[in-house]
């Protein structure tokens, strides 16, 4: 079991009202939280990370306004750092899994 205090869970969602209930439910858990709200955002937030980039974990709505999630994941993947970062993907359309399956951007999708 790992212990949860000692990750970080940067959340991209674009919905304020989905956004505060996962961000709710994570820091119940003990998961230190960084909001965003577009893809720009997550992308700004995650290279600014100064922790240890192992402890993070991603989850981003594909669909968002300024940059899509899978765009803005695709992209810090580039950097070294990130190519051991958890990232999750979410979407309410099943298509979204499936368009960036092939190119590796998720670790694991979630249905919303």
């Known amino acids: 079991m790992i212990n949860t205090n000692d990750y970080t869970v940067l959340i991209a969602e674009d919905n304020f009202e989905l956004r505060n209930d996962f961000a709710g439910l994570l820091c119940e858990k003990g998961f230190e939280v960084i909001e965003c709200c577009d893809g720009e955002e997550l ?51 099943p298509s979204n899994e499936n368009m960036w399956k092939d190119i590796g951007v998720w670790n694991s999708f979630i249905f919303k």
Do not use: H, Q, W
């Not at 940059?67 to 979410?90: H, N, P, S």
């Open 43 to 93: 992308y700004e937030k995650a290279l600014n990370f100064n922790k240890d980039f192992n402890r993070l974990i991603i989850l981003s709505d594909t669909d968002m306004p300024r940059l899509y999630g899978d765009e803005a994941c695709y992209e810090l993947l580039k950097d070294k750092r990130f190519r051991e970062v958890i990232i999750i993907g979410m979407s309410d359309n």
